[in-house]
């Protein structure tokens, strides 16, 4: 029996006994009647769902960093003592006197309007929990960045350009706004942004007691129902997508909770990295940006930031489908896992961590603690096919982590997904380009061998064939990308 889930929803102090595993969705729609967060696909595509998710950093400045995420997905263990905000928290009614209750717009909500971004309006309240998110964010913004945090969600009917237009209206003027009031120390700075958002109206004046409030709030470290037997939630943007139902009476653990699974430290040249960080946290790994830009450049293109919020590493690796991407990616790294088991670690290297289809080397209760990943001088590519930019899954992507020296291949990795039962490392490909000048004839023969190493088969995502020769593009454009300076020859063509 789980206690109940304590958390603030709004302005509401909130004890929930409703199973950890319900999905927030369901907790505001069905328990709370707060209809204004919509029911679209329940599997994370379409943005409708979004909330405000907000937590103490940890950081000791004793701010709550708020992230849109869907709700559709978005367990209630895992919001245990956290902030929740539908949007209806956006916009309380305010008594004046003996007035009839005012609800007032926000500033997001008023340029959707002022710029006819809104006809039926269904997909209104995700746009609008998707940009506040965004301004609760990192501070300066920017029109591109503002796009970008709206890339998850979809409008039916009023088409994209007036919402840009809001958006580029809003961060104009508000950027202006906000600029003018923060002043004062960097030390305030984080504060100083949160009240000149309440003195704008993008949230309301209650934001500012939240961070006390959280604090005040009883609930055990290490978040709800951790223990042996239990199915492991991590970001659950895999598992709720795949069993909701069953998910809802089983007993569940919470890995958001464990601090331990979200360090990144550097250790005898390796960057270890918490399998509970999340995909967005990656793109602000210093380590990372500094070393291999290419794949922090390339996480955009991974689902949507609403899912990036809560996908984490692990999820990603341990789902094992063949075509994740930042699975693919770590393949490249030549990344090594370790698995914990009542606190010993068994270390193994991911490329052999994959023993079938959806079958790995995990033995019962071990959990992913970390994936090292070698500190070497080296340049890194990835890429990836699907049918839209955003929020889909690849036909077929591939990445590469290549040092070379005057012409001279010095170390290379190639990997892959969506061309085999699981995610592949290219080891043939690899070793036979490694230690070896670079010809286009060489570069032939490891495309040539490339196809020998994969067995794609025909789905939804596309034919063999079509597959096969977009492996062939995608390790090229590594190639070109990464070498091209000094690769000459028909083999571009
Ligand atoms: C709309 C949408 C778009 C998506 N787009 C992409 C995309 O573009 N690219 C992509 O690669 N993926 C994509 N995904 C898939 C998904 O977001 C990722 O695979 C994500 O990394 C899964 O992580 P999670 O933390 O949410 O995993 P969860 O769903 O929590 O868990 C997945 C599995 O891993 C297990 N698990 C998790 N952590 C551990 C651990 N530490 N130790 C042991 N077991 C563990 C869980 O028990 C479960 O079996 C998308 C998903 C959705 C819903
Ligand atoms: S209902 Fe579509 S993303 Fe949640
Ligand atoms: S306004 Fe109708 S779905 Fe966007």
Request: overall charge neutral; charged content about 25%; proline content about 6%.
């Amino acid at each position: 029996m789980s206690r109940p889930v304590r958390f603030i929803l709004n302005e509401l102090p909130m004890d929930s006994c409703l199973p950890p595993g319900t999905v927030v969705l369901d907790f505001l729609r069905r328990d709370r009647r707060l209809t204004g967060t919509k029911e679209g696909c329940r599997e994370g595509d379409c943005g409708a769902c979004a909330v405000l998710l907000g937590a103490l950093s940890g950081g000791g400045d004793g701010a709550v960093s708020y992230r849109a995420v869907n709700s559709c997905l978005l367990p209630l263990g895992d919001v245990e003592g956290k902030h929740l905000v539908s949007i209806e928290g956006l916009n309380p009614p305010r008594h004046v006197g003996d007035a009839p209750e005012q609800v007032s717009l926000t500033p997001v909500q008023q340029k959707l309007v002022d710029h006819g971004a809104i006809q039926c309006g269904f997909c209104t309240p995700g746009f609008v929990i998707s940009l506040t998110g965004y301004l609760l964010g990192r501070y300066p913004w920017s029109y591109r960045e503002a796009v970008e945090a709206v890339a998850g969600n979809i409008c039916r009917c009023t088409g994209y350009a007036s919402i840009k237009r809001a958006i580029a209206d809003l961060v104009d003027q508000l950027g202006a706004a906000v600029q003018s009031r923060l002043g004062g120390s960097p030390d305030d700075r984080e504060r100083s942004h949160l009240q000149a958002l309440v003195d704008l109206g993008v949230v309301p004046q209650y934001f500012l007691a939240i961070p006390d409030r959280l604090r005040s709030l009883d609930v055990p470290p290490g978040g709800q129902d951790q223990g042996a037997g239990r199915t492991v939630v991590a970001g659950g943007t895999d598992l709720f997508v795949q069993r909701p139902q069953q998910l809802v009476e089983e007993p569940l653990s919470f890995l958001s909770g464990a601090a331990r699974l979200r360090q990144v430290r550097v250790q005898e040249e390796r960057l270890y990295l918490g399998a509970g960080i999340t995909m967005e946290e990656v793109r602000r790994i210093p380590e990372l940006e500094e070393r291999l830009p290419g794949l922090v450049e390339a996480l955009p293109l991974v689902a949507s930031l609403p899912i990036r919020n809560r996908a984490t590493l692990g999820g990603n690796i341990v789902n094992a489908s063949p075509i994740g991407d930042l699975t693919v990616m770590l393949l490249a790294l030549g990344a090594t896992l370790g698995l914990n088991r009542d606190g010993s670690i068994r270390e193994v290297p991911l490329e052999r961590f994959f023993k079938g289809y959806k079958q790995l080397d995990l033995k019962a209760g071990e959990r992913l603690e970390w994936i090292a990943v070698p500190l070497e001088e080296g340049s890194f590519s990835f890429e990836k096919v699907s049918r839209r930019r955003h929020l889909d899954i690849a036909s077929v992507n591939s990445a590469a982590w290549i040092r070379v020296q005057g012409g001279h291949i010095e170390a290379v990795r190639l990997a892959a997904g969506g061309v085999a039962p699981v995610p592949l490392f290219l080891a043939r490909s690899s070793a036979c380009l490694a230690g070896r000048g670079l010809t286009d004839e060489l570069l032939e023969q490891a495309l040539d061998l490339a196809q020998e190493e994969i067995s794609p088969i025909s789905d939804v995502r596309g034919s063999e064939r079509y597959k096969r020769l977009l492996l062939r593009q995608l390790l090229l454009a590594h190639f070109q990308k990464l070498v091209s300076q000094q690769m000459h020859g028909e083999v571009w063509v």
